[in-house]
């Protein structure tokens, strides 16, 4: 492959809709289960996948932000991140004279 950055631009939009695919399912879960979602195992799936992601957002997010809105916020700021790259790509792919889909 000539152009590495169109990859490394591809690879990190994957994880990013990948993260955001399993917040999006847990918070369906929690909806589905309500308070017995803590025994469900699918649940507890999802905790073990969006917790790293979680957890970097708690320690870039002000302290104000209660434990109980991080998932909303992570997917905002995710949802954000792979507008970015996505224009980030675009942009790379014009730049190029490529033709990228």
């Known amino acids: 492959m000539t152009h590495p950055e169109l990859l490394i631009l591809g690879v990190l939009r994957a994880l990013i809709e990948v993260s955001l695919l399993f917040l999006m399912g847990q918070g369906i879960l929690a909806l589905l289960a309500g308070p017995r979602r803590h025994s469900n195992t ?4 999802f905790v073990i996948v969006t917790k790293p992601v979680l957890s970097i957002v708690r320690k870039i997010s002000p ?17 954000w991140l ?10 790379y792919c014009e730049a190029n004279l490529l033709q990228c889909v």
């Open 42 to 45: 699918i649940y507890q799936l």
């Open 63 to 79: 302290p104000q932000i209660i434990d109980k809105h991080l998932p909303f916020v992570a997917f905002f700021i995710l949802f």
């Open 82 to 91: 792979w507008i970015g790259l996505a224009y980030l790509k675009r942009a």
